[in-house]
């Protein structure tokens, strides 16, 4: 059974930063593409950063803002975010994938991120 446990989630003020946790069980090596998505309220949930064979990839409104990194000693995935803005506020959940063709994608339980003042 995969589990995906997020932590690092809070209150930050604008401007402010935080960093975001992903513990997999197992071997991250094992998950084609590990990402991290985010949901709002009344919004869909959207993708925010992946990593894939050491490739990364952002959404463009976090771009120079949230990297995203992986610890493959620890099976630990990361998201460093900085200049955090109001509009950041959500849900974050990690994500991993395995499979190229047909995939199946596995989900932590989220992480509540809130950015006021």
């Known amino acids: 059974q995969v589990q995906l446990v997020e932590s690092g989630g809070g209150l930050v003020q604008p401007g402010g930063s935080l960093r975001l946790s992903c513990a997999v069980s197992g071997s991250i090596y094992s998950f084609n593409a590990m990402a991290w998505y985010r949901q709002a309220p009344g919004k869909q949930r959207e993708l925010v950063a992946s990593i894939s064979g050491g490739r990364t990839n952002y959404a463009g409104f976090v771009k120079g803002r949230f990297t995203i990194s992986r610890d493959t000693a620890k099976n630990t995935v990361y998201l460093q975010m900085n200049s955090l803005k109001p509009e950041d506020t959500a849900v974050y959940y990690c994500?991993?994938?395995?499979?190229?063709?047909?995939?199946?994608?596995?989900w932590g339980q989220g992480t509540q991120v809130t950015v006021s003042s």
């Open positions: 994500n991993a994938v395995r499979g190229l063709i047909t995939t199946t994608h596995y």
